[in-house]
């Protein structure tokens, strides 16, 4: 082997530590860039199991919101027979779809019967009438029974606390919010949270909203609710 054969091995077993380190560098960057730029990431951030539930059988806080119509809501146009809530923004690309999926479907299998369901918008300042209306369209929920609601975000943080469904905005600049089910009552009352994602509690809450019907309407006959795995998407 000549010397200079020998100089060019010595340098290129030099370089591969470097071309190494180089190498998984690039990847790390890469990844990180992946993680930052996944949408159903920065989606699922927001959905946060660790919201603290609300107070069984505590009332509902006074609220005033505009829903997708642009009419002006307060709690008390819910008085009288039982609401089901939940809270979204319909920007949201990771949880939020698949919350409402869940939503629609327990509408569909709940014809006629005297329920409301409430969308609560984590992020009012977006999620504008108009906003809200295209995205009730695109999911085909019902039209009379289903209202998406936005309001300020003091009363938001204390609705979403009663309801166990956000937190209070102002500390992290946005509202986390869980993937529960609240049902209330027809006086305004939180009767129970339930997971979403869970069919025996979505059983339970049917049992739960039968219960708190009036004595002449009953819920109709036990119906499955499809649950979508977590992560699928909507429409």
Not at 4 to 30: C, T
Not at 101 to 106: G, K, Y
Not at 174 to 181: E, G, I, K, W
Request: with cysteine.
């Amino acid at each position: 082997m000549s010397g200079a054969d020998s100089r060019d091995r010595r340098q290129a077993r030099r370089w591969l530590p470097l071309a190494a380190i180089s190498v998984i560098a690039v990847a790390s960057a890469g990844a990180a860039l992946g993680r930052r730029l996944d949408p159903t990431r920065h989606a699922a951030a927001f959905c946060d199991p660790a919201v603290p539930a609300g107070i069984v059988g505590a009332p509902v806080p006074p609220f005033t919101a505009v829903d997708q119509d642009g009419n002006r809501m307060t709690d008390r146009d819910f008085h009288g027979n039982p609401w089901i809530a939940d809270f979204i923004f319909t920007s949201c690309m990771g949880s939020c779809p698949v919350l409402t999926q869940r939503l629609v479907a327990l509408q569909a299998s709940l014809p006629g019967v005297p329920v409301r369901f409430v969308s609560f918008s984590v992020d009012p300042a977006r999620d504008t009438p108009p906003v809200m209306k295209a995205y009730a369209a695109r999911w085909h929920g019902d039209p009379v029974r289903w209202r998406l609601l936005a309001t300020d975000g003091e009363t938001l943080a204390r609705v979403g606390a009663a309801l166990g469904g956000a937190e209070d905005p102002s500390a992290a600049g946005t509202a986390f919010h869980s993937d529960r089910f609240a049902l209330v009552d027809g006086a305004g009352r939180l009767l129970g949270l339930y997971s979403s994602a869970s069919e025996e509690q979505l059983a339970r809450l049917r049992r739960d909203l039968q219960a708190a019907l009036p004595r002449t309407q009953e819920a109709p006959a036990a119906r499955t609710i499809a649950v979508r795995p977590a992560g699928a998407q909507g429409p």
